[in-house]
């Protein structure tokens, strides 16, 4: 079993930057893919970035492409999503997600919600 919780939502100004982090618990988390997650209001859940178990592999939704950065650091059982030029289309719950496939992940943290005015 693995917990996910996910920290550093907020309230932003367009073109500012955010910080989410995630911390998991449980032996497993270095062998599992980490994905972030959202789901604006009215709109689907939407994968926006991912990254595999070694780190080496990443995915970006083409509308973060160049503003997000997704890391990961095994040693603490965490993940960052670094958010910079952020655009009140981010605006969304942010959700940290981990299993073996990074678009299918089995284990979810509550979420986060960042909001951006313009």
């Known amino acids: 079993q693995v917990q996910l919780v996910e920290s550093g939502g907020g309230l932003v100004q367009a073109g500012g930057s955010l910080r989410l982090s995630c911390t998991a618990s449980?032996?497993?988390?270095?062998?599992?893919?980490m994905a972030w997650f959202r789901q604006a209001p009215g709109k689907e859940r939407e994968v926006v970035a991912t990254?595999?178990?070694?780190?080496?592999?990443?995915y970006y939704a083409d509308s973060v492409k160049g503003r997000f950065t997704i890391s990961r650091d095994n040693t603490k059982n965490s993940v960052v999503l670094q958010m910079n030029s952020l655009k009140p289309e981010d605006t969304a719950v942010y959700y940290c997600?981990?299993?073996?496939?990074?678009?299918?992940?089995?284990?979810w943290g509550q979420g986060t919600l960042v909001t951006v005015s313009s």
């Open positions: 997600a981990t299993g073996l496939v990074a678009r299918n992940p089995q284990y």
């Open positions: 449980g032996r497993t988390f270095s062998r599992y893919d």
């Open positions: 990254m595999n178990w070694s780190g080496v592999v990443t």
